[in-house]
Nanobody, 124 residues
Framework: QVQLVESGGGLVQAGGSLRLSCAAS????????MGWFRQAPGKEREFVAA????????NYADAVKGRFTISRDNAKNLVFLQMNSLIPEDTALYYC?????????????????WGQGTQVTVSS
């Protein structure tokens, strides 16, 4: 069964932190790069962060560099997004995605499987 389930979203004040988690089925997690994307109301989905299968390559969007950290636990089929120093502009629906290759791709079209998303709202 192909499954990606995000959790950890919520409402937080500006300057606060949240940790998103994504649980993936082994079939789509193993050997594949994983990414986080987000979509704010009225805007297109945008890349946030990506990590390669073995974690040796990581990419971040400029908007989140220095504030967000992506990581993965390959033994548990989990990927995380630690978000610190949150700002209202980070408010969006955050999606976890699994690619069909091991690289940390920044392009949405490289990702085959997507979760349903978890809402992050940052108040000013």
């Amino acid at each position: 069964q192909v499954q990606l389930v995000e959790s950890g979203g919520g409402l937080v004040q500006a300057g606060g932190s949240l940790r998103l988690s994504c649980a993936a089925s082994k079939r789509i997690f193993s050997n594949n790069g994983m990414g986080w994307f987000r979509q704010a109301p009225g805007k297109e989905r945008e890349f946030v962060a990506a990590i390669s299968w073995r974690g040796e390559n990581i990419n971040y969007a400029d908007a989140v560099k220095g504030r967000f950290t992506i990581s993965r636990d390959n033994a548990k089929n989990l990927v995380f997004l630690q978000m610190n120093s949150l700002i209202p502009e980070d408010t969006a629906l955050y999606y976890c995605a699994a690619a069909l290759k091991s690289a940390a791709s920044v392009v949405a079209s490289q990702y085959r499987y997507w979760g349903q998303g978890t809402q992050v709202t940052v108040s000013s």
